[in-house]
């Protein structure tokens, strides 16, 4: 099951930082959204080992990190109108995805 939290509503050039914290181990974690009439997007990803990816419109903005367990948060700074979306996170395990439940972002401008 996976819990994913932090959303909430904030103006242009603030921050946020959501959290997703399974209740086991995983393999990659990432983070997707979903805006109003668009298709899901990956934002960020983290593998068990480390190694990160972001998509082009997030580098130098957002970063996925690791805490205590298995939490893994985004850092969201600089937040732009364009950033407003549903985040969800993702774990694959054994080669199997799982969707946690998405929280709403709202940058206003």
Request: hydrophobic content about 35%.
């Amino acid at each position: 099951q996976l819990q994913a939290s932090g959303g909430g509503l904030v103006q242009a050039g603030g921050s946020l930082k959501l959290s997703c914290a399974p209740s086991a181990s995983f393999n990659v974690m990432a983070w997707h959204r979903q805006a109003p009439g668009k298709s899901r997007e990956l934002v960020a990803g983290i593998s068990a080992a480390g190694p990160t990816n972001y998509a082009d419109s997030v580098k130098g903005r957002f970063s996925i990190s690791r805490g205590n367990a298995n939490t893994v948060y985004l850092q969201m700074n600089n937040l732009k109108p364009e950033d407003t979306a549903v985040y969800y996170c993702k774990i694959v395990r054994g080669g199997v995805a799982y969707w946690g439940r998405g929280t709403l972002v709202t940058v206003s401008s």
